[in-house]
């Protein structure tokens, strides 16, 4: 920077350093639905380019003014590499400490991608999923989210059992967000999900495999409540999660609401009765 350059940033006011009177905190304030394309590291071995919405928060003390909005932006541009459950928590711990705050939240939302093949004709597609890397950041402790929204297909048991040519069907959504502090594939997330819904989706069927996915379907009925228990036994059993909260939605093909169940543990100390 030259001397005149210099000497012309010391004139400009640090308006945001001002500080106020009004002795009120503030919990959260940053930059919100900012986009930003990121690399997603995948089981394969590869990364995924993709575009993500970011919100970025810090606090702000009662006896400050405001807080420097630019540091966020100039923050994410820094970051260009893969993303992990790792650098993801890195980029929390600094943006908190470059705000100077004493809490951080980062929420990171983009689409994901996975190559799939159907169940008979093996012809390959792909299926997109919604994935959110969220964390929070309190003094010298973060911990890091990942949220998947999973697509699949659910049966109902009671319509099976009293009706004599079938049994109604829908698209739901399984919702896993999980607490790790180790890598977690976006894909076991996933499989995780689709193994314990009546029957998973997939981008491109022949006769074939819709054949076998609606007898599939048929063949594992399950509630909404059947779903997060199943899946909740699965997460309970696997040491890398540290707590969770898992959803199931149907989206009723023969009301006009949907069906809903959640199971959470906030932590791995809590015993679930489930």
């Not at 945001?16 to 930003?36: A, E, L």
């Not at 400050?64 to 890195?90: A, I, P």
């Not at 994935?131 to 950041?137: D, I, L, S």
């Not at 697509?151 to 319509?159: D, K, M, Q, Y």
Request: aromatic content about 8%; some cysteine.
């Amino acid at each position: 920077m030259s001397i005149i350059a210099s000497k012309t940033v010391d004139l400009i006011p640090d308006t945001q350093s001002i500080r106020d009177t009004r002795q009120i905190p503030i919990n959260k304030v940053g930059i919100k639905d900012i986009v930003h394309p990121v690399w997603v590291l995948n089981r394969s071995g590869g990364a995924q380019q993709t575009i993500a919405r970011l919100n970025m928060y810090v606090n702000l003390p009662h006896n400050l003014k405001g807080t420097h909005m630019s540091r966020f932006v100039e923050l994410l541009n820094g970051y260009e590499g893969e993303l992990t459950v790792q650098s993801f928590k890195m980029m929390l711990s600094e943006m908190t400490a470059r705000l100077e705050g004493d809490a951080g939240y980062i929420q990171m939302t983009f689409p994901y991608f996975i190559d799939k093949a159907a169940p008979v004709s093996t012809v390959r597609s792909l299926m997109n999923y919604d994935v959110t890397f969220h964390g929070e950041r309190v003094g010298d402790s973060s911990r890091i989210w990942i949220k998947v929204i999973v697509p699949v297909t659910s049966l109902c048991p009671c319509s099976k059992s009293i009706a004599s040519y079938g049994a109604h069907n829908q698209r739901s959504h399984i919702t896993l967000d999980v607490c790790t502090d180790h890598l977690i594939w976006i894909e076991e997330i996933v499989e995780l999900a689709e193994t314990e819904a009546a029957c998973e989706l997939y981008g491109l069927l022949k006769r074939p495999d819709e054949k076998y996915v609606t007898e599939r379907a048929y063949d594992n009925p399950k509630f909404v409540e059947d779903v997060v228990r199943d899946v909740a036994v699965k997460l309970n059993a696997d040491a890398r999660i540290l707590a969770y909260r898992v959803e199931s939605e149907n989206f009723e093909s023969i009301h006009n609401h949907s069906a809903y169940a959640m199971v959470e543990r906030v932590s791995r100390n809590e015993v679930d009765v489930l």
